[in-house]
């Protein structure tokens, strides 16, 4: 460190303690210009809405004394959002939003980025899985449309989207695979527009399953028009109490999808510091556990440390699983 | 029945309140500039006003929303008439006949044209919306990967066949626009095509990069051998932004037929504006008595589109407020600003928050008036455009056209693609090779083929799932008609 630099941060450091009297030490590192949160794909998204809840929650609750801003940036499945954040090494005001496509575009080959080249900074929530049929359906549960799918897979076609190798797609060949079904030999339709095209395709009896999120199949569970045949979480959910669990009807699969912000790499343990803090203030404001509710998302803390051994753990399980439809080799 | 107009009625009193009048008339002046603006979309718009959203009522968010869409839907279509640039896929066919009206003087009317057409496209999309939700809701549910195939397949082709010149030169257009859309990772089997090593090409050619570049980098080139000439164009005319009674009467059928089709195809899941816009146009350069006026300044060219855009946007709010889907990349936003303030759309809304539901489709109605108020004056000043000479007007579309490609990605790689397809744009328009068949392919490709795969999935690898499906079978057939139509009006034109 050169001498002009210690000079400039003395000074940073004294202009920062004559502007907050009383609660900044000489060490604190505080945002000085507004906060980006890159959303790495195009409004709407599941990463856009964590990105503007956040947003949300930072502001109404001032947590960081900058205005926050959210900048879509859509590409590679979210790889140009993240690798523009990777070039802002060193630089604490900003962040990003991901979820396991972090590790599946790694793991398939798309992207060379992985979760090491950030600063994990925390998973915040979670979604569910589920396999959801037509409410008219004649399967009420994993056995049966399981036991449906081994004797004649040619007339079972299940929707994804919006593309193979993702969450919906690992839960569903983990089930066939647990029931005792050929996962090579399930029909895999792919709707690019997720939830737009899966859910009328399901409705118009075009597919017979989707492998889904559970929140995009609540309104039409509440509308009595679409059945779920499972849940991956590890406890039933409150909203659907009438849907046994994966683990209740003797799967052992506890499958969360996860969405979490990480920061740029090379931060300073100060720059760390901070937003390790804000973070768990974050997450115990009303603005935020409110925020949650009204998504039905589930809240889903691990900070920093856990987070990155979670991811650990993760990534050889979806190795695992798509390496064994010979998706990857 | 009854109940819909008590309903209504609900609606109305809660749109019109001040607080909610005044988020109409700020969210729609808002929309249209952004719709006015080459790169920004209803999406975007949307997008930005979600922190402002916060501290409103669900109703007021929702209503102030929609007030964007459709602002920017009004506004698309300005710089397609003005200068050839369409601010959003569902504006390119707008510059067909609005940019030929505009050079030959009749800038005015055609703007009028257009805000008029949408208006009538918006009441008419409205109407359907609050009296035939259910029954189009349900219909358009059998609509599966193979009607969706074949849909495209017939947009397709009505777009070669109606195009100006040699229709070999529509399918090499068309080819050519195809293979652009293969470019990319395909999310069927995860294989990275045609991407040369290049990064950037991993998620495809933005397609409204290959918009500015083929039409607004292009006019510029094209103009640039007019540089000095100062335009003659008739002052008197210019000044006149409205539409006469003749002109009214010529395009109120094409506008009333417009209307449904474009909110049918609003419905359907995944179509959206692109393919209401050309298939209106398609449809009325067909029936019309002197096809060759299309192209050349036809104000029912101009009309019908419009109107069919405004409608299908209307369209696009029924999987919104029936399934609670978002039927379009606007409507997915606007759910995602809602969720954010604790109301999920979808079939339960109309009878947990009526006063919501009902008073977003009010607020339509009202929105509508709003906003032909706004653009038929701010159509004044626009056309004043006219009078700027072209050393001035070409570099500042230049400059607009770069400036809205990088707002598209932030991607400094973009200008490299649109500088490339603006020079292929102005070798197509040398060898005479129409534009349109292009885009679409490009903008439809991906999808196209997608439903092509997700359908032979559904039918164990047999064709039959094309032709044994009713709907499907009937687009397959419109499909050859519109080809058999197009080669014999070629005959006749090649022999004369």
Redesign the interface.
């Given at each position: 460190m050169n001498t002009k630099w210690i000079l400039l941060s003395g000074l940073a450091a004294s202009v920062m303690a004559f502007d907050y009297p009383g609660t900044a030490l000489a060490a604190d590192w505080k945002p000085t210009r507004p906060i980006e949160i890159v959303a790495p794909a195009?409004?709407?998204?599941g990463w856009?809405?964590l990105a503007?809840?956040v947003?949300?929650a930072l502001?109404?609750e001032k947590l960081v004394g900058q205005p926050v801003l959210v900048t879509?940036?859509?590409?590679?499945?979210g790889?140009?959002g993240w690798t523009?954040l990777k070039g802002k090494a060193g630089q604490g005001e900003f962040l990003a939003a991901n979820s396991p496509l972090i590790l599946q575009n790694n793991i398939?080959?798309?992207s060379q980025l992985t979760y090491k080249d950030f600063f994990m900074l925390a998973n915040l929530m979670t979604e569910w899985e589920v396999v959801a049929v037509k409410a008219d359906a004649p399967w009420k549960g994993g056995k049966d449309f399981f036991a449906e799918m081994k004797k004649d897979p040619?007339k079972m076609?299940i929707g994804v989207g919006?593309?193979?190798?993702n969450d919906d797609h690992i839960q569903f060949l983990t089930l066939t695979k647990a029931y005792g079904a050929d996962p090579k030999a399930v029909?895999?339709?792919?709707?690019?527009?997720t939830?737009?095209?899966q859910?009328?395709?399901l409705?118009?009896?075009?597919?017979q399953a989707i492998t889904i999120s559970m929140a995009?199949t609540?309104?039409?569970v509440?509308?009595g028009?679409v059945r779920l045949l499972g849940v991956s979480s590890a406890e039933r959910i409150p909203e659907i109490k009438d849907v046994a669990t994966w683990k209740e009807q003797g799967v052992d699969f506890v499958f969360p999808h996860w969405r979490g912000v990480m920061a740029a790499p090379g931060l300073s343990a100060e720059q760390q510091k901070f937003w390790s803090d804000t973070m768990d203030k974050m997450v115990k404001t009303e603005t935020w556990k409110?925020?949650l509710?009204?998504?039905?998302w589930e809240a889903f803390y691990q900070p920093t440390k856990e987070y990155t051994e979670f991811l650990a753990k993760q990534d050889i399980l979806m190795r695992e699983s798509l390496k064994e439809v010979g998706?990857i080799k | 029945m009854d109940d819909v107009f008590h309903n209504l009625l609900l609606g109305l009193s809660v749109s019109a309140s001040a607080t909610n009048l005044m988020w109409v008339f700020i969210g729609g002046l808002l929309g249209t500039i952004i719709g006015m603006l080459p790169g920004l979309g209803p999406a975007t718009g949307v997008a930005i006003l979600i922190p402002i959203t916060y501290g409103m009522n669900p109703a007021t968010a929702l209503i102030t929303m929609c007030a964007v869409y459709y602002g920017a839907m009004f506004g698309g279509s300005r710089a397609s008439i003005m200068i050839n640039t369409p601010g959003d896929a569902s504006a390119i066919v707008s510059c067909f006949d609005g940019y030929p009206m505009a050079k030959s003087g009749r800038a005015g009317t055609a703007l009028a044209t257009s805000a008029i057409a949408s208006f009538i496209g918006g009441i008419i999309g409205m109407a359907f919306l609050i009296f035939l939700t259910e029954p189009v809701a349900a219909a358009a549910l059998e609509f599966g990967p193979a009607e969706k195939f074949s849909l495209m397949l017939f947009a397709l082709t009505a777009t070669i066949t109606l195009s100006e010149g040699s229709i070999i030169k529509g399918f090499l257009a068309m080819g050519l626009g195809f293979m652009l859309a293969t470019i990319g990772i395909d999310g069927q089997s995860g294989a990275i095509r045609f991407t040369m090593g290049i990064i950037d090409l991993q998620d495809g050619i933005d397609f409204l990069v290959v918009m500015i570049g083929l039409y607004a980098v292009t006019e510029v080139f094209k103009n640039y051998k007019a540089i000095n000439v100062v335009f003659d164009v008739d002052h008197r005319m210019i000044g006149r932004v409205w539409m006469s009674g003749a002109e009214f009467k010529q395009t109120l059928l094409p506008m009333l037929r417009s209307s449904p089709l474009g909110f049918v195809v609003g419905v359907l899941p995944g179509a959206g504006g692109t393919i209401a816009t050309f298939l209106s146009y398609a449809v009325e350069k067909s029936i019309s008595k002197k096809p060759e006026r299309f192209g050349k300044g036809a104000i029912e060219g101009l009309a019908a589109p419009e109107a069919a855009n405004n409608a299908c946007s209307c369209g696009a709010l029924v999987p919104l407020l029936t399934l609670g889907i978002p039927g379009s990349g606007t409507t997915a936003v606007m759910l995602g600003a809602l969720m954010m303030l604790g109301v999920r759309p979808g079939p339960v809304l109309f009878q947990q928050h009526p006063e919501i539901a009902w008073g977003v489709i009010a607020s339509m109605l009202v929105g509508n008036v709003m906003l032909l108020l706004i653009n038929l004056p701010l159509a004044v000043p626009l056309v004043r455009l006219l009078k700027i000479p072209p050393r001035i007007m070409l570099p500042l579309i230049l400059g607009m056209g770069y400036m809205g490609t990088y707002f598209l990605n932030y991607s400094a790689f973009d200008f490299t693609l649109v500088s490339l397809f603006a020079l292929a744009g102005y070798i197509m328009s040398m060898l005479s090779i129409p534009v349109p068949p292009l885009v679409l392919a490009l903008i439809l490709g991906g999808m196209t083929e997608q439903a092509y795969r997700n359908a032979l999935t559904i039918s164990n690898g047999t064709l039959a799932i094309f032709y044994e499906k009713p709907i499907s079978l009937a687009f397959l057939i419109l499909a050859a008609v519109s080809l058999a139509y197009g080669l014999l009006r070629h005959r006749k034109l090649t022999q004369k």
């Open positions: 195009g409004p709407g998204g856009d809405l503007r809840t947003q949300q502001t109404q879509n940036k859509p590409g590679g499945g790889s140009a523009y398939l080959g798309s040619t076609n919006p593309a193979l190798g029909k895999f339709v792919v709707y690019p527009n939830a737009a095209e859910i009328p395709a409705l118009g009896g075009h597919i995009e609540l309104e039409q509440k509308a028009k409110k925020a509710k009204n998504l039905n998706l | -």
